[in-house]
């Protein structure tokens, strides 16, 4: 099935400009163009943005993405790009370990508040 770029956007949840601004910097392969030059997407593509959307949210810097991106179509780059999204999965993980010990001291935070807001409206 295909999709124009309107469908594509509502798909993913990605702009027009975003999609755009992809394939200018070759995040994604070269979109076909229909007969009245109007981009065409694919579900391989939809797959591969829904996929570059996946990683981005996690951090994952755009120069990176590119690098990945490059790598893509050859064979004899996936224990690369298997390296790259390991380290990735790595980075990952410390932070959600950071995001962990931050969100148990504003837990801690909270907590001595709410025990001030009793205490101030016991002596109310």
Do not use: C
């Not at 996946?54 to 224990?79: A, D, H, L, V, Y």
């Not at 959600?96 to 001595?112: F, G, N, P, T, V």
């Amino acid at each position: 099935m295909n999709y124009s770029i309107n469908e594509t956007s509502q798909l993913t949840g990605l702009s027009k400009y975003t999609l755009r601004y992809y394939e200018k910097e070759k995040l994604i392969p070269e979109v076909k163009r229909d007969s009245r030059g109007y981009r065409v997407y694919t579900e391989q593509d939809i797959e591969w943005l829904t996929f570059l959307l996946n990683i981005r949210q996690t951090g994952m810097p755009i120069n990176k993405i590119k690098q990945f991106s490059q790598m893509r179509f050859k064979i004899e780059t996936i224990p690369a790009r298997r390296q790259l999204l390991f380290e990735h999965k790595e980075s990952i993980i410390k932070q959600e370990e950071r995001l962990k010990k931050s969100m148990e001291a504003i837990d801690a935070k909270i907590k001595r508040y709410e025990r001030y807001v009793e205490l101030k409206s016991e002596q109310e």
